[in-house]
Nanobody
């Protein structure tokens, strides 16, 4: 059974930092692309970034230069380091896994690429 469990969310002032973790089980983690998305109230789910199985990374323009994704294949965990947080970063943050990355291409920013999702963790940035 596949599980993705996010943690590390909370309340932070603008300009502050948070580090989210996504601990996984049941995946062939090192072979999977891992993405981060977020969803603010009343808005659609938004792509944040991805770490491909190659460990290359790609980010949405809105977070580029402020957020960094990393992965620890030994711990089956992916991280999202968020710096210089802004009130508009307030959202529920989700990690997601694409276990078919080796056999087919899908656009990294499309939620349809990802098969497994975590339950989300709330990040609130106060002004």
């Amino acid at each position: 059974q596949v599980q993705l469990v996010e943690s590390g969310g909370g309340l932070v002032q603008a300009g502050g930092s948070l580090r989210l973790s996504c601990a996984t089980s049941g995946l062939t983690f090192s072979m999977d692309d891992m993405g981060w998305f977020r969803q603010a109230p009343g808005k659609e789910r938004e792509f944040v970034g991805i770490t491909w199985k190659s460990r290359d990374e790609y980010y949405a323009d809105s977070v580029k230069g402020r957020f960094t994704i990393s992965r620890d294949n030994a711990k089956n965990t992916v991280y999202l380091q968020m710096n210089s947080l802004k009130p508009e970063d307030t959202a529920v943050y989700y990690c997601a896994a694409d276990p078919y990355a080796s056999i087919r291409y899908a656009a990294p920013a499309s939620p349809n690429k990802y098969v497994h999702w975590g339950q989300g963790t709330q990040v609130t940035v106060s002004s």
